[in-house]
């Protein structure tokens, strides 16, 4: 799978996971008060893991399912295909007297077109293979960052001296049980960082600001090292781990922004609601204090992606207020949140249904095609709804084909195999010459190559793909000299070369070719 494709999926899975998103903030706003701080942090990871698996198991219940085409939508679309295909027949019937005209004419101003290639979503720099290449340079700077700067910061943390301090290594060891975390920690006296921090997961340890070991008491401390413990204890620092890769991943998304951030305060709160079940009702209150006093020495918490802090200066005022009015909530309410997290997670984290439709038919279009394919000895077939770029990012033997073939053995009077032109009628050349349309070229009933429909009335630029081009009077007369039996006289008559792709490989390298043209009685060696 290349980087185009891998893009292309990147950008469904965030389109899936925005979506999913709005589902979690509607139900987060209707339960603001009602459910627990634990169910509005755990909830929003229904985004990450949307983001992070864009396969997810089909269902009739999924949101996605409203995003589904319309059948209003499909004549619309239908009408635009119509006229797009007269207004393709159109230029091409141009294109045909350009050819035979005015070639050299052509040639001559090729240096003043476009650098587009047909096929492309877009044109230039805004091409969507630009764009994936533009998707893959943040990710890697944004991952570039991230590592180097938690290096760095624990290389920093290595250098410093584990805490000394008797009392706080008691507290410390007493909350660390409390716990049940059978896992040794390390307590590091810091002055790296302006708040209590938890960093590491395999080797975890708790960074304590040097001086705050003697401006806070004894109880207070309790508090800060139950908060750090319940953080170790839920694998925060894990989860944060996850979150930063799928930041990376959707680093253009905006709404993916929101969410991380989002994420990152609800699990304080969420970890303030774990404190608060740890001690006793009484102590609610100087619980509250020590966050007050902790926001009050330091102006804001550190903020880092990989590490979790016991206080930041912007959410102390939502955090207090939830200690305040906290209390255990009624089972019904238990019972409540455990429905509504599943109803959120049914209904985003599953597919539409009428996929699994789509696929069907799919398949059954495809038996369809592939039983015409072998009707004949030689069949160009057009793709479905794909255009040629999107076409040659897909595996040749599951391009999607129309039904029926735009030209057969029957329409191509001679094939000059060593020249690799064939002479056909007007109405034939038309049908090869609709601008930027992708075909596959098939023999015997075996996809043989993909290549493009391509003129140069739409682009001065030859795809890289096969293509036809429709020779005018100079061509056939050099290979009339050439000693081959071209009767350019007559105007009922076309011929048309399949121009080789311009990385050098020729079409005729696959004898299929050659055995089809023989067995149909066309060949000419």
Same mark, same amino acid.
């Given at each position: 799978?290349?980087? *185009? ?12 996971? #925005? ?12 339960? &603001?008060?009602?459910? @627990?701080?634990?169910?509005? *942090? ?58 035979? =005209? ?8 090729? @240096?003043?077109? =476009? ?6 979503? #877009? ?16 990710? @890697?700077?944004?991952?570039? !960052? ?39 920690? &390390? ?6 960082? &302006? ?14 600001? /040097? ?15 139950? /908060? ?36 990152? $305060? ?17 102590? !609610?209150?100087? !619980? ?61 984290? =599953?597919?539409?249904?009428? #996929? ?41 033997? &599951? ?8 030209? =057969? ?5 001679? !094939? ?14 038309? $049908?090869?010459?609709?601008?930027? $349309? ?16 391509? #003129? ?10 096969? /293509? ?19 009767? @350019? ?15 050098? $490989? ?20």
């Amino acid at each position: 799978m290349g980087i *185009y494709s891998i893009y292309k999926l990147i950008i469904a899975a965030s389109l899936m996971g #925005s979506v999913a998103a709005v589902i979690v903030l509607l139900v987060k706003a209707v339960f &603001k008060n009602k459910l @627990s701080a634990n169910f509005h *942090y755990y909830i929003c990871f229904l985004v990450i893991l949307r983001l992070a698996m864009p396969y997810m198991p089909n269902s009739s219940f999924s949101v996605f399912n409203l995003f589904n085409s319309q059948p209003k939508q499909v004549v619309i679309n239908k009408n635009a295909v119509i006229k797009s295909n007269m207004i393709s027949q159109i230029a091409a019937n141009a294109n045909n007297a350009i050819n035979v =005209t005015n070639k050299n004419e052509i040639q001559k101003n090729s @240096s003043l077109s =476009t650098n587009s290639t047909p096929g492309t979503n #877009s044109i230039g720099i805004f091409s969507s293979q630009n764009f994936s290449f533009l998707w893959i340079l943040g990710v @890697s700077i944004f991952l570039m !960052y991230v590592f180097i700067s938690y290096f760095i910061f624990m290389y920093k943390i290595s250098k410093e001296r584990l805490c000394a301090d008797e009392d706080i290594m008691k507290i410390s060891e007493s909350c660390r049980k409390s716990l049940n975390i059978k896992q040794r920690v &390390k307590i590091i006296d810091s002055m790296l960082v &302006k708040a209590p921090t938890l960093v590491g997961f395999i080797r975890p340890k708790i960074l304590v600001p /040097h001086n705050i070991i003697n401006q806070f008491t004894e109880e207070e401390m309790k508090y800060i090292f139950i /908060h750090e413990f319940v953080h170790l204890k839920r694998k925060d620092i894990l989860l944060n781990w996850i979150n930063t890769f799928v930041l990376a991943i959707h680093w253009f998304n905006p709404v993916v922004w929101l969410i991380f951030m989002r994420i990152k $305060k609800d699990c304080e709160i969420s970890c303030d609601e774990m404190t608060l079940k740890r001690i006793n009702r009484d102590e !609610y209150n100087r !619980y509250g204090e020590t966050l007050i006093k902790l926001a009050g020495i330091f102006s804001k918490g550190s903020f880092m992606i990989n590490s979790v802090a016991i206080v930041n200066k912007s959410e102390i005022k939502r955090r207090i207020i939830m200690i305040s009015k906290y209390k255990k909530k009624p089972l019904i309410w238990t019972i409540i949140a455990v429905m509504v997290f599943s109803l959120a997670a049914c209904s985003s984290l =599953t597919n539409s249904k009428s #996929s699994n439709k789509n696929n069907s038919k799919n398949t059954i279009n495809a038996a369809n095609t592939l039983k015409a394919a072998n009707k004949y000895k030689f069949a160009i077939y057009l793709l479905k709804d794909l255009s040629s770029h999107d076409a040659a990012q897909t595996n040749l033997d &599951k391009l999607p084909l129309e039904n029926e073939p735009i030209v =057969t053995e029957k329409d191509i009077s001679k !094939y000059y195999w060593k020249c690799n032109i064939f002479k056909t009628d007007v109405s034939t050349a038309d $049908k090869l010459t609709n601008s930027a $349309k992708p075909f596959v070229l098939v023999a015997n009933g075996k996809r043989i190559y993909l290549g493009t429909l391509w #003129s140069p009335f739409f682009s001065m630029n030859a795809p890289e793909q096969p /293509h036809f081009t429709i020779l005018g009077y100079n061509e056939l007369l050099e290979l009339k000299n050439a000693g081959y039996n071209i009767t @350019s006289e007559n105007s009922g008559e076309v011929y048309v070369e399949i121009s080789r792709p311009y990385n050098g $490989k020729d079409t005729r390298n696959d004898k299929r070719i050659y055995t089809a043209l023989k067995e149909a009685g066309i060949l000419e060696e």
